[in-house]
């Protein structure tokens, strides 16, 4: 049996009422959630609904935001807002991970570009980005004055 360590945090286990009593709502409040699409639990089989702890952790921030006075349609955009920084925090992880793996795998070249979906590509020294639409990533030789 997995320690509750071991649980991902996107696993639907529990039940509306389970999760209910998790997240200190009403499960009617849990319903009303998921109908505005505040929450999306995943569904069974017999279309019930089941709730993973990421479920209710959005439920707790949810129902904090509510108590804050701030109406569903702000936590609705408080929310979205915050998953989109989610996504680009992963996003620029990801690009530092290809700007360190190209800098040790290429010690000499030091001139990188975005192309245009996004991928980190290595520019000649001393070449310049032929379209507007790249990002050029430079690093200077010696210290900043």
Do not use: C
């Amino acid at each position: 049996m997995p320690s509750p360590m071991d649980v991902d945090q996107d696993t639907p286990l529990f039940a509306i009422a389970a999760a209910a009593e998790l997240a200190e709502l009403h499960p009617q409040t849990l319903r009303q959630y998921d109908r505005l699409g505040l929450v999306s639990p995943k569904r069974t089989a017999g279309k019930s609904r089941r709730y993973s702890l990421r479920d209710i952790a959005q439920l707790r921030e949810i129902s904090r935001l509510g108590a804050e006075g701030v109406s569903l349609e702000g936590i609705r955009r408080v929310l979205t807002l915050e998953n989109q920084v989610a996504a680009l925090q992963e996003r620029v992880r990801e690009l530092e991970s290809a700007l360190a793996e190209e800098v040790l795998n290429r010690p000499g070249r030091r001139v990188f570009a975005s192309d245009a979906s996004g991928e980190v590509v290595p520019l000649r020294a001393g070449t310049r980005v032929q379209r507007r639409d790249q990002l050029v990533v430079w690093r200077p030789w010696g210290p900043l004055l």
